[in-house]
């Protein structure tokens, strides 16, 4: 009988991509959900789904019966305050992470972000989420060495795109209608396809051998933001004009933004986090690590992905044809 995985995050952007890539290697994948969850990207997939809000030890204790892996792509990416990261990615991680120490399973795969390292020559987190995420990490670690018996296998995936992603549809309409908005910096950027994200779990549930230390994903290519600019208006099929924006425009339009939503009760589109990790100067990071460590590499070129990704807007009725 196939293996059983435990995922989170499954109704999202990323774990859903990670689902499929899990049933079309033949695991059996058992699917954490909210009451609340929209399950639309699961909907007739073959998969299990189990009802269970995260942070209660005794849900876990039952939904993780019978699993050998571990799957947590769960995770906040916006929030109205600062202690809602913590609580989410931090906190219950390591709920997550003790229950299935006691559950004996085999391997635990941590989706985190190349925001727990921060933007390249930085050091460290430069956001909140970040930070909340780089937390995440120490407390499976923790936990790990406390009960011992389980490997981990952490992956930092850079800014990550495709279909079913709602964070980027905003440039894809604006290249739509010929112009894309870039920060006003000698940026560079290593965005990586949600396709990719996932085949680099496979290979983290499937591979034997210690891997140490997180790993950090990208794509194949360095871009700067008037590369992705062009390329955004070749997947529309129209030619683009990138406006530089000051860095002080973007900082000041997160920072209403995010106060804004404060207001209306809401997590905001565009925050203060999002505008800081925007306006920083590079986030790329070296591949050869985690092709050492799991023979993983990049398939998909930013042109080929943002032109897959439009295609699907399209089909979705998402963009205009």
């Known amino acids: 009988m196939s293996s059983l995985v435990f995922l989170t995050g499954a109704t999202g952007f990323v774990g859903s991509h990670v689902a499929e890539s899990l049933m079309r290697a033949g695991y059996r994948v058992r699917c954490a959900v909210r009451a609340t969850s ?17 942070s209660s030890r005794s849900m876990l204790e039952a939904a993780l019966e019978g699993v050998e892996h571990v799957v947590h792509a769960a995770g906040l990416t916006r929030a109205r305050y600062d202690a809602d990261y913590f609580f989410v990615n931090a906190e219950i991680t390591e709920i997550i992470a003790s229950a299935a120490a006691r559950a004996s399973v085999r391997r635990f795969v941590l989706v985190s972000s190349l925001a727990a390292r921060g933007p390249d020559g930085g050091r460290g987190p430069a956001s909140p989420y970040g ?3 780089l937390e995440a990490e120490r407390r499976l670690a923790t936990v790990v060495e406390s009960a011992g018996g389980m490997q981990t296998r952490v992956l930092r995936p850079g800014g990550v795109y495709g279909p079913r992603d709602t964070d980027l549809l905003p440039l894809f ?10 920060p006003g910096v000698v940026g560079r950027l290593q965005p990586v396809y949600a396709a990719d994200v996932a085949a680099a779990v496979l290979r983290a549930l499937g591979n034997e051998s210690e891997v140490a230390g997180p790993l950090a994903l990208g794509g194949p290519e360095v871009h700067s933001w008037e590369e992705i600019a062009a390329a955004l208006g070749a997947a529309v099929g129209r030619e683009v004009r990138p406006v530089r924006v000051p860095a002080s425009l973007f900082l000041a339009a ?9 207001l ?3 997590a905001p589109d565009l925050d203060r986090r999002r505008a800081i990790d925007l306006t920083r100067l590079d986030w790329t990071c070296e591949l050869d690590p985690v092709e050492r460590a799991l023979g993983w590499r990049p398939a998909v070129t930013l042109q080929e992905g943002l032109t897959e990704a439009a295609a699907w807007y399209r089909e979705m009725g998402w963009l205009r044809r």
């Not at 309409?173 to 870039?182: C, K, N, Y």
């Not at 997160?254 to 404060?262: D, I, S, Y």
């Open 38 to 54: 929209d399950t639309r990207w699961i909907e007739g997939r073959e998969v299990e789904t189990v009802t269970i809000d995260l």
């Open 131 to 133: 930070a909340s995420k």
């Open 173 to 182: 309409r604006l290249a739509a209608s010929g112009f894309v908005p870039v």
């Open 254 to 262: 997160g920072t209403v933004a995010e106060l804004t939503a404060k």
């Open 264 to 266: 209306l009760g809401r």
